[in-house]
């Protein structure tokens, strides 16, 4: 029997599409800056030094906003309640 949705891992790329999308609508909701430093740090692998040389803001500012961008991801993909903090820039 074939499962056209599996593959040949017996994965459901079904789920691994939507699962892109969700993260991918999320990260759209971000500002420019949170985006900018969670695609740095998570995607890019840089280090917090990295990114702060990186966008030319201090390594603070980096371990700010990615607090307030994975606050605000979290948000946006589990439905808890955001803290007000969340939705400021750098």
Do not use: C, N, W
Not at 31 to 39: D, F, I, M, W
């Amino acid at each position: 029997m074939e499962m056209p949705f599996l593959s040949p891992a017996g994965v459901d790329e079904t789920a691994t599409v939507l699962d892109r999308q969700l993260l991918t609508s999320a990260l759209a909701e971000l500002t420019a800056a949170q985006r900018e430093v969670v695609v740095l740090r998570f995607l890019g692998d840089l280090s917090v030094a990295e990114t702060a040389t990186v966008l030319r803001i201090s390594e603070g500012a980096v371990k700010s906003t990615t607090a307030k961008a994975t606050a605000r991801l979290k948000l946006l993909l589990t439905d808890e309640p955001l803290p007000p903090e969340v939705h400021s820039d750098y």
